[in-house]
């Protein structure tokens, strides 16, 4: 059974970097058959995919167009974990923050609140 | 930027069958687009129901259904429960990306 586990802070200030942490058990970061994601979700916002990351023989990452000039998703394969940075946030960047796995989305963190101010 | 409408709410009587929708703007769901299905209770995770158009996980109720309607993705419920009283995303790919829909709210009365 694949666990999320999320890690990181609840409050940023503006114009500076979100930084969160997922680690893996149940499965590995480095997998040829998974996928990576965050996920955020604020009632301005709905539910909005900001990324990803996957080993396919080599690393690959896509990202959001809303967020595609702030954002890096980072997999660590020594802590079999992945992260999220985002820069240069603003108020506009709270919510809640969820890691998910795969292209079905089939295992969830707990999720972070974010806030920013 | 692409948008993906859904039905903003809907109701449904406990034993009956609702239909939730999921539009592109950019045209017609095709299953190129793997569109997937979420259930969202109060203070959850959004828990997944269905990927790739009409694929379940094991936790899926047979009573939810994925398809292709008119150029939409759709999820249909198949002798509601009042469990499934909660809002129901969808989760749309297009080639580098993924789009959730707004929500539908489904209630169940």
Known sequence: ?117 | QTVVTQEPSLTVSPGGTVTLTCASSTGAVTSGHYPAWFQQKPGQAPRALVYSTTDKHSWTPARFSGSLLGGKAALTLSGVQPEDEAEYYCLVYYGGGWVFGGGTKLTVL
């Open chain 1, 1 to 117: 059974q694949v666990r999320l586990q999320q890690s990181g802070p609840g409050l940023v200030k503006p114009s500076q970097t979100l930084l969160l942490t997922c680690a893996i058990s149940g499965d590995s970061v480095s997998s040829n058959n998974a996928c990576w994601n965050w996920i955020r979700q604020s009632p301005s916002r709905g539910l909005e995919w900001l990324g990803r990351t996957y080993y396919r023989s080599k690393w690959y990452n896509e990202y959001a167009v809303s967020v595609k000039s702030r954002i890096i998703i980072n997999p660590d394969t020594s802590e079999n974990q992945f992260s999220l940075q985002l820069n240069s946030v603003t108020p506009e960047d709270t919510a809640l923050y969820y890691c998910a796995r795969g292209i079905d989305f089939d295992s969830w963190g707990q999720g972070t609140l974010v806030t920013v101010s």
